[in-house]
Each structure stands twice: as structure tokens, then as C-alpha cells.
T-cell receptor, first 115, second 112 residues
């Protein structure tokens, strides 16, 4: 089954404790992206990757890191999480960058709480 | 700034009713997409519209792209409880880097 797999689904952590949210897709998609979803603010892009070893900042990159060493994986790293990073996180992938017909396939989300 | 504004924010209706939700912008988009997000899950792509004036149908859902490519609508005929969810419109950002921008969504509840 074609899918984007995120882990974990739920995570509660303490301020300052480094964490990684994994994302893997099995569709050979070139483009991958991370979004966070907050009430009243909608979906906002954190980082994106056009292909292996090519990553760039989105709208809200502060406090996050990413890497794309393999085409299928795009982990999101929070080096020192803070409470304002409490949110619902989505990984998404697309055949190509999102122009024209290419839409996203989203993962099921990771609900992160930082206390 | 490219923005997508969706209305209404919330909609609560009875099974069998018809409804229309809107996605509007002051900017021209090369295409618009509609997603549905169910509680606890990621958004799922429903349709992409590309040509101004285009109409696409997906069973009881009808999507229309405005002639000027600045707006879109989603019409649901005879809504069912399974249509409950958050409906998001999205379009490619034209500002030089690669992302979709999303509207804040319309949260639809269909009651039996």
C-alpha cells in the first residue's frame, strides 16, 4: 500500500530533551515536506526537500532541523524542544514539487506535547 | 501575501441536506486542491482543479474552479455522516519556493 508513515503517533516530552520524528514514504516521491497544524493557524510548512540532500526552510523553521540522506526518509529533529512546539505534525510527500496536478500524500500525524 | 480564505468556518447540518463551502483569494492560482481531514488522520487529497471554470465531480461532491482562478467551491449533495470532517483548500505558492499554502478549513458535521 502506498503510504507515508510517521512515528511516533503521540509523544509527550520535557523541555530541552532532543527528539526525532521519523517519516518514511514508499512511493519513490522526490518531494517531501513537514507541516505543523495549530488551531486557528492551519497548516504551516516547516521544511521541505526537493530530493536527496536538498532541503530548505519553509515558513516556520525555527527550532527544527531535517535531513534527507535517502529518498524515502525525511526525519524531523527538535534539538531542544520548547512548549511552543506543542502541535500536530504532518509529513507529506509528492511525486514532484506541488505545482499543477501534483498533490500531497500525508502521513497520519504526530501529536507532540512539550511540558 | 497569498492567502486562501475558507467559509464558512463551521457547518452543522442534518443528513440529506445540500451544502456549499467556499475558498477565496485575491491572488491567481495555477491550480487549487481540496483535501478532507478526518479526526486523528492526515488530510487526503480529493481533487485538483487546474483550468479556470473547470468543474469536477466525485460522486456527490462537485468542485468548481472560478473563471479567474481566484476561487473555488465544493458542493455536497445529500450529505451523509461519512462526509463529516475538515475540508481544506490548497494552492501552490507562487513566491518562488515550493510549497502548498492551505486555507484554515471548513469543519463540517453531518448528523444522522
Amino acid at each position: 500500500e502506498a503510504q507515508v508513515t510517521q512515528n511516533p503517533r503521540y509523544l509527550i516530552t520535557v523541555t530541552g530533551k532532543k527528539l526525532t520524528v521519523t517519516c518514511s514514504q514508499n512511493m519513490n516521491h522526490e518531494y517531501m515536506s513537514w507541516y505543523r497544524q495549530d488551531p486557528g493557524l492551519g497548516l504551516r510548512q516547516i521544511y521541505y526537500s526537493m530530493n536527496v540532500e536538498v532541503t530548505d526552510k519553509g515558513d516556520v523553521p525555527e527550532g527544527y532541523k531535517v535531513s534527507r540522506k535517502e529518498k524515502r526518509n525525511f526525519p524531523l529533529i527538535l534539538e531542544s524542544p520548547s512548549p511552543n512546539q506543542t502541535s500536530l505534525y504532518f509529513c507529506a510527500s509528492s511525486v514532484r514539487p506541488p505545482q499543477g496536478y501534483y498533490g500531497y500524500t500525508f502521513g497520519s500525524g504526530t501529536r507532540l506535547t512539550v511540558v | 501575501t497569498q492567502l486562501l480564505e475558507q467559509s464558512p468556518q463551521f457547518l452543522s447540518i442534518q443528513e440529506g441536506e445540500n451544502l456549499t463551502v467556499y475558498c477565496n483569494s485575491s491572488s491567481v492560482f495555477s491550480s487549487l486542491q481540496w483535501y478532507r481531514q478526518e479526526p486523528g488522520e492526515g488530510p487526503v487529497l480529493l481533487v485538483t482543479v487546474v483550468t479556470g471554470g473547470e468543474v469536477k465531480k466525485l460522486k456527490r461532491l462537485t468542485f468548481q474552479f472560478g473563471d479567474a482562478r481566484k476561487d473555488s467551491s465544493l458542493h455536497i449533495t445529500a450529505a451523509q455522516p461519512g462526509d463529516t470532517g475538515l475540508y481544506l483548500c490548497a494552492g501552490p505558492f507562487s513566491g518562488g519556493y515550493n510549497k502548498l499554502i492551505f486555507g484554515a478549513g471548513t469543519r463540517l458535521a453531518v448528523h444522522p
